[in-house]
């Protein structure tokens, strides 16, 4: 049955790396039709809204996107480059991936970490003797909605806010901080949030054999929210036997990661600590040039690199950066929609190119990017690309 996909390229290098996991999926034999979705910058500027609301109805009438990245910037920013004629009617810049997630609750986010061998950008640790490369496989479930992005910040709160908050006692000490001195941003959480991303990372767990399960959270200062993740996942994890559930702060994980990484399976954490914990890991199996992500709602799911627009490199012709984290990103697309074959096949190849080391891209040779790349034997973004595919 063919698929219909909607491909939202955004802006910058996101316009590059998306038709490039396109022709890899065609290449692997995977039957779909692409529409394309506006998304980013240039609607912003063009219309005052950087997610037009056809984008958003092609995504509840298909379900599925492939996205690259987009461009965002600061709201004072965001005013200066709004056509003329838009501006003082009230319109906001908003990110449009926060407002995806928003939209269609997209509550989980998955950022599978894993090495590849012979991967030149692997970490590797010092020992008595030399060194050893930890082979990390580590999937971090990031709960996408809630916790310190939720959006529920104020500076100058309004009294309200203020008075409520003054009910807590240890509000005392910021008792007489002027309102414009005072900057609020919360950590909402809901019972139903946590339990949904615990949930989804013991099934994964389950599903692919992990045997363990950590929850990454700071439950001895943040006694509410990361306590509330930290008890649900304890009543979770008893139905599942064989996995084993182990909780470590955020603070002492980042530590972790760079001693024994390879000791790690799924991870979870609220949407901040998430963030921070993906980062992590993704700079031992390389950066972001293999960095690839799903967020996944109960109708609508998007697949994305983890990297942004990287508009310094956008206007580099031929292109010079590294297309794996899409194409591992439209990977984890194939694999949510029941294609786990041909998805193995990308990795597959994705695996074959990086370990023969003979076509490599920019980042993978520690090169500081820019036009004269090649000179030094980068490959260009194309030529990654039919590398895979010629090993498919
Ligand atoms: P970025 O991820 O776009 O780029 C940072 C640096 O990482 C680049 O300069 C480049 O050296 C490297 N890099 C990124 N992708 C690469 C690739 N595929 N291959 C090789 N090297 C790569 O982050 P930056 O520069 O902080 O932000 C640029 C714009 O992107 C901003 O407007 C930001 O708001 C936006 N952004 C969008 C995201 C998204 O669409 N999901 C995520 C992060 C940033
Ligand atoms: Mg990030």
Redesign the pocket.
């Known amino acids: 049955m063919s698929r219909t996909i909607v491909a939202l390229p955004?802006d910058?290098?996101?316009k590059t790396?998306l038709p490039e996991s396109i022709r890899v999926l065609n290449a692997v034999g995977f039957d779909a039709e692409y529409v394309h979705g506006d998304i980013g910058w240039d609607f912003w500027c063009s219309e005052g809204n950087a997610l037009p609301q056809r984008t958003v109805d092609l995504l509840k009438e298909h379900k599925i996107g492939l996205f690259g990245?987009?461009?965002?910037?600061p709201k004072d920013a965001a005013l200066k480059e709004l056509d003329p004629q838009l501006r003082d009617k009230g319109f906001v810049y908003f990110s449009p991936?926060v407002s995806l997630r928003q939209i269609f609750n997209l509550d989980k986010c998955i950022r599978p970490c894993r090495s590849f061998k012979g991967n030149p950008l692997n970490f590797i640790i010092r020992t008595n003797d030399g060194f050893r490369e930890p082979l990390v496989n580590a999937v971090i479930f990031r709960q996408n909605t809630e916790g310190l992005y939720g959006g529920v910040e104020w500076t100058n709160p309004p009294k309200q806010v203020r008075d409520a908050f003054e009910t807590h006692p240890k509000m005392a000490r910021f008792k007489n901080v002027p309102g414009e001195d005072l900057a609020i941003s919360t950590r909402i959480m809901t019972r139903n949030g946590c339990r949904r991303i615990i949930e989804a990372a013991f099934e994964y767990a389950h599903k692919f054999g992990y045997k363990n399960v950590t929850i990454c959270e700071k439950p001895n200062v943040l006694r509410e929210t990361s306590g509330m993740m930290v008890n649900e996942a304890k009543i979770i994890s008893k139905k599942y036997l064989g996995i084993d559930l182990w909780d470590t702060n955020i603070d002492a994980q980042m530590m972790w990661l760079t001693k024994n990484p390879e000791i790690y399976g799924v991870i979870v954490a609220e949407n901040m600590f998430g963030d921070i914990i993906s980062d992590g890991f993704a700079g031992l199996i390389g950066g972001?040039?293999f960095a690839c992500s799903a967020n996944i709602g109960d109708e609508v799911s998007v697949f994305?690199?983890?990297?942004?627009?990287?508009?310094?490199?956008q206007e580099l012709n031929p292109s010079i950066?590294?297309?794996i984290?899409m194409i591992l990103s439209a990977c984890m697309m194939l694999d949510h929609i029941g294609e786990i074959e041909k998805a193995e096949k990308i990795r597959k190849a994705i695996e074959m190119v990086i370990e023969e080391g003979k076509v490599k891209?920019?980042?993978m040779m520690k090169l500081r990017?820019g036009p004269d790349v090649f000179k030094f034997g980068a490959c260009t973004t194309q030529e990654m690309t039919d590398a895979i595919i010629s090993k498919l």
């Open positions: 955004g910058g290098i996101g790396v990245a987009i461009t965002s910037k991936i972001l040039g994305e690199p983890t990297h942004g627009s990287a508009p310094k490199y950066v590294n297309p984290a891209t920019y980042d990017g």
